[in-house]
């Protein structure tokens, strides 16, 4: 299913947990986004695709946002900016992203915190939050998700909100430049542990 309103800024759509709120990313994020990602730079460059010399300016932040909005379009991606409630201080992002409908309804996803909002429980109760919502209004029946074997938090972080690890994929994605091998996770809609993690509020 694509919800256009997800792109709304009007609505003002978002998905609220006790301490932060996901919503769709929009232009004027992109100094906070910038800043975050700046400080967080080391900390994120294992895990992630290579950086570009460009990748914190704001045209490329637009072209980031243009992508995002193609996706949405096609069905085939969504972008999810998590907030704190208390300042909306951006912390971080879950994307869905490899939607394959038909037989399959099963999407990736993706996601990243910024350093100082590392190890504090955002990224789970963003992901408690967001997971009931794509199964249940984005009509898909599988969820997956990827790590390095060494990046442990990761992985226990999946397996904590539910996410049952399934394999391990050699040369599965190039990151910082290089081809890695990773761990393979994936979540069913109707796993038990979905029961558990339901959002506690969804507007």
């Known amino acids: 299913m694509l919800l256009e309103s997800i792109w709304n800024r009007d609505r003002k759509d978002q998905i609220a947990s006790e301490r932060i709120y996901l919503r769709s990313p929009v232009l004027e994020d992109w100094e906070q986004w910038s800043s975050l990602r700046s400080i967080s ?14 990748s914190l300016t704001k045209r490329s932040f637009k072209n980031r946002l243009r992508r995002y909005a193609a996706d949405a ?4 991606g969504y972008a999810f900016f998590i907030f704190r409630n208390q300042d909306h201080q951006l912390i971080g992002s879950i994307t869905l ?6 037989v399959a309804q099963t999407g990736t996803i993706g996601y990243w915190t910024g350093l100082p909002f590392a ?24 969820l997956e998700a990827a790590c390095l074997p060494e990046n442990i938090p990761s992985a226990t972080l999946l397996e ?24 393979l996770f ?18």
């Open 41 to 54: 730079r080391q900390h994120l460059i294992p895990w992630e695709p290579k950086w570009t010399a460009d």
């Open 160 to 183: 904590k909100v539910g996410f049952t690890k399934e394999g391990y994929a050699r040369e599965y994605l190039c990151i910082n430049g290089k081809w890695h091998d990773h761990l």
């Open 119 to 142: 190890r504090k429980g955002y990224m789970h109760e963003g992901l408690t939050a967001l997971i009931p919502v794509l199964f249940d209004h984005y009509s898909l029946r599988r």
């Open 186 to 203: 994936a979540m069913i809609k109707g796993d038990a542990v979905l029961k558990r993690i339901q959002p506690s509020n969804n507007s």
């Open 73 to 76: 379009r096609a069905d085939s």
């Open 97 to 102: 992203s490899n939607i394959r409908r038909g």
